[in-house]
């Protein structure tokens, strides 16, 4: 996992991303490390190169609001990015740890969700695990099941890269939302456990990681490959749960008309092995073979 100097390890990792290029400076095998100097930065951000230095090595924690933006435009930080950057320069205070309850879904969305018969959609944890998902959501990907991980589906179980021919964007996408999910808590023992058990046995996912890349999952396309109907390309929409913090409700659809459309509906008709509709009360333990994603 990351360090204590959580701004300084989010700094180096960005600065590692931007090429001198993108500012008009030369590049080349002139350069020891990849992408900026730190003395780059300050005087991009307009900032000693000593203070810069000192943010990177953790003996200033606290930047302004100022110094904050000026090193969102240098790294080009989209809004997700930005407001992490916000919260690692200013931390909430660090309260005694009670322990965290079993993630559940209301009854009342649990109804809800009975309703939509040829809707895929799931309910996501703060972790990433599937907490219930509609039966169209199982006969799209019979491992979406209710007590699983989209994490470490997509990391770990080698049927991932044939369900999704996007792999490398739906990998990058999970870490970068894991991050934006769980914020600024990295000591919370469940999130600790899941990135430590992940960079052990996934190069892909340790790399990904480092970047520090935090992006919410909001809306987009993906596509899946069935073994019955082939390849569908659905529309999702994500939404928050209210009064359910780090719960998420995706919902799947189809454009009218279109053989992706033609393919879900023949899905949703489909016996499934699985329960659908379910709220675990724990999540499945580190090195449990089956896994999950919506």
């Known amino acids: 996992m990351d360090s204590d100097n959580r701004l300084g390890a989010f700094l180096r990792a960005r600065r590692q991303q931007v090429g001198p290029e993108e500012f008009g400076m030369a590049g080349g095998g002139q350069r020891r490390v990849a992408g900026l100097r730190r003395e780059e930065v300050a005087m991009l951000a307009g900032m000693s190169a000593d203070y810069y230095i000192r943010l990177e090595q953790g003996r200033d924690k606290h930047p302004s609001d100022q110094i904050v933006a000026a090193l969102a435009r240098v790294f080009s930080l989209d809004d997700d990015g930005i407001a992490h950057l916000r919260e690692l320069a200013r931390p909430a205070p660090r309260r005694l740890r009670a322990p965290r309850r079993p993630e559940r879904v209301t009854p009342s969305l649990l109804r809800l969700m009975r309703t939509w018969s040829h809707t895929p959609a799931l309910v996501l944890g703060r972790y990433m695990d599937v907490l219930a998902a509609t039966p169209s959501a199982l ?156």
């Open 139 to 294: 006969a799209l990907n019979s491992c979406s099941a209710p007590g699983v991980n989209q994490v470490r589906m997509v990391f770990l179980d080698p049927e991932a890269r044939n369900v999704f021919p996007d792999w490398p964007r739906i990998a990058a996408e999970t870490v970068a939302g894991l991050r934006v999910g769980t914020g600024t808590d990295l000591d919370d023992p469940r999130l600790t456990e899941l990135v430590g058990e992940l960079s052990l046995k996934s190069d892909e996912f340790r790399r990904l990681w480092a970047k520090h890349d935090v992006r919410a999952k909001t809306a987009g396309e993906k596509r899946f490959v069935h073994p019955l109907v082939g390849e569908l390309t659905l529309s999702y929409e994500t939404f928050t749960v209210n009064g359910a913090p780090g719960q998420t409700l995706v919902v799947y659809h189809a454009e009218p008309g279109s053989d992706s459309e033609q393919s879900l509906a023949l899905l949703a008709g489909l016996p499934v092995d699985a329960e659908p509709l379910s709220s675990p009360t724990s999540h499945r333990p580190v090195g449990s073979a089956t896994s999950a994603t919506g």
